[in-house]
């Protein structure tokens, strides 16, 4: 579809799309320190790895990168986008992305095909590795049976290395006790955060250079500013936020996004949605000791009021 202002900015694409195109990757400290992890998950070749954040952090795109940045020669790569689906299904995906021919009706066929291809590639000084994305949706099943093709070993190494990414409801999921089997095998686990303020400028014209531009458009510090008490830092959010003010600037014809620009954008009520950042979730053992807590300071006051046991006095005689 063609964009009324790429041609009025100088630009060649969009530069603040949604998909997660790895073309745009911005080496932020968070996005970097994640992608050390998953390099040092390949050099140890055991258990796996976990890369976990917030909605809108980046984790499809860093999967994409690292999968991107592998050499072709050494790994051999499977990538699942989306996890729902029962152990036999994910086995039958897992086959089709490593191009193994296999009999779909057999759970028993694939599974040795899968284990007869890893050994063989092993042999020739390859490695493979699932990574899986949107981790948090897999079923309990398919958990199950991750966890049995993480112990596929020779006598000394792990054949399959497997990557998990998921939304901070991953970690809940394995911290439950019926997951413990899994959680115990993660080596490697990372939490991707938001930019932190002084990247968000560089992350900003980061994307334009990427997108074509020659500097005909400009976002003001202040600007920036705004943009990162808006958005909290979600690459998301702030691709949202930039894309609106490069259609307000170009509805006025202007060049230069200034604070006048982000503030109309973000009092836009159709943006409101976007910018409720997700509620934290309260753990259960937190509202367990809370409603404890409270229960007993009512049971005090009752028995104080009433007289029935002197707390007052008790109190004075503890303050003394
Ligand atoms: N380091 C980065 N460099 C460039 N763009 C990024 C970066 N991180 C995130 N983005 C951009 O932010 C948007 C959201 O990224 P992405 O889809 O990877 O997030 P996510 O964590 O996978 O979200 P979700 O939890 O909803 O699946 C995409 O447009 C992506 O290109
Ligand atoms: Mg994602």
């Known amino acids: 579809m063609e ?10 694409e969009k530069p603040f799309g949604l998909t997660p195109d790895s073309h745009f990757y911005f080496e932020s400290q968070t996005h970097r320190e994640a992608f050390e992890h998953l390099r040092f998950f390949l050099m140890q070749k055991e258990g796996i790895a976990c890369i976990y954040g917030d909605v809108g952090t980046g984790k499809t795109v860093l999967s994409r990168l690292f999968i991107d940045s592998l050499n072709k020669n050494h790994y ?22 490593l191009s193994i021919e296999h009999d779909p009706s057999s759970k028993k066929d694939m599974f040795s095909k899968l ?27 398919t958990f199950e049976f991750i966890r049995i093709l993480s112990n596929l070993e020779t ?4 054949i399959l290395h497997i990557i998990l990414f998921g939304q901070l409801e991953l970690i809940e999921r394995l911290r ?11 080596s490697v686990i990372y939490r991707l955060k938001t930019l932190h303020p002084d990247e968000v400028g560089h992350y900003i014209t980061h994307r334009l250079l990427k997108a074509g531009s020659k500097g005909f458009v400009q976002f003001e510090d202040g600007a920036v500013q705004l943009i990162y008490n808006a958005s909290k830092g ?8 930039c894309d609106r003010c490069l259609i307000a600037l170009y509805s006025k ?11 109309s954008v973000i009092a836009d009520e159709s943006l409101g949605a976007f910018l409720e950042h997700p509620k934290k979730t309260i753990p259960i053992k937190k509202i367990i000791y809370i409603s404890a807590a409270v229960l007993i300071l009512c049971i005090l006051i009752i028995l104080s009021v009433f007289n029935i046991i002197p707390v007052r006095s008790i109190l004075e005689k503890f303050l003394k």
């Open 115 to 141: 284990e007869e291809f890893l050994l063989l590639e092993f042999k020739k000084g390859k490695e493979t590795i699932i990574v899986i994305d949107e981790a948090q949706l897999i079923t309990d099943e």
């Open 234 to 241: 979600y690459p998301r959010l702030i691709n949202i936020i």
């Open 155 to 158: 006598d000394k190494e792990k």
């Open 76 to 97: 051999n790569t499977a990538l699942i986008l989306n996890p729902i689906m029962g152990d036999k299904e994910f086995l039958q995906v897992v086959l089709t992305e």
């Open 253 to 263: 014809s202007g060049r230069i996004v200034d604070e006048k620009v982000v503030k």
């Open 176 to 186: 439950d006790p019926h997951l413990r089997y899994l959680s115990q095998r993660i």
């Open 3 to 12: 964009i009324p202002y790429l041609e009025y900015f100088g630009l060649t």
